[in-house]
């Protein structure tokens, strides 16, 4: 699933082994996955802090935690260490980070990022607005937030209701509804003013 070089293991045994903690892991996920804001993270995971769903994974002299969601997206991601005149650096590859990967069982974020950046944005960019899902609320209800030219737009109600949630509410039959926490009083990019 995910490649630590040799060189990237030694880098990450020698920064673990300065953590004042004596148990430190490393956590590997990827946030946003399957959308164009995907970013691939490592962070330090102390003993007790890493999810239930999360696999553990040993290498020599530190154990790793996959984040459950982010395992499709992990798949042929490298991670390696490269020294240079400045010290040297450490890289995460994942280039399925960005690729939608979903299906009718995906969890429901993902559904729902899938039909905002694959169907939904495009559309908006060519006002140069954008929508994100902030969050997905109790009763399945979809949070979702605009930016860019939609942001004060004074046709952001209809956009909502005919567009955004009409496409979303017909393509994933157990979102219940849809909601928008944008704030449109600030008008300065709006498209429609």
Request: hydrophobic share 35%.
């Amino acid at each position: 699933m995910v490649e630590i070089t040799e060189s990237a293991q030694n880098y990450l045994r020698d920064l673990l082994s300065k953590q004042e903690a004596d148990s430190v892991g490393i956590r590997i996920f990827i946030t946003d996955p399957g959308t164009p804001m995907a970013e691939t993270c490592i962070a330090y995971c102390p003993e007790g802090e890493e999810q239930s769903t999360d696999e553990r994974v040993e290498y020599e002299g530190f154990s790793g935690w996959i984040d459950d969601r982010s395992k499709p997206f992990l798949d042929e991601a490298l991670v390696d260490y490269a020294e240079d005149k400045m010290g040297g650096q450490l890289t995460i590859k994942a280039p399925n980070s960005k690729v939608p990967k979903v299906s009718d069982d995906s969890p429901i974020e993902d559904r729902i990022n899938y039909v905002l950046h694959s169907q939904v944005n495009p559309s908006l960019a060519e006002h140069g607005g954008m929508v994100t899902l902030v969050e997905v609320a109790e009763e399945n209800v979809a949070v979702l937030q605009f930016g860019g030219g939609c942001q004060g737009c004074g046709m952001v109600d209809m956009t909502l209701k005919d567009g955004v949630e009409k496409s979303l509410l017909e393509q994933i039959p157990d979102l219940k509804a849809v909601s928008d926490v944008t704030d449109h009083s600030l008008r300065e990019n709006a498209y429609f003013k």
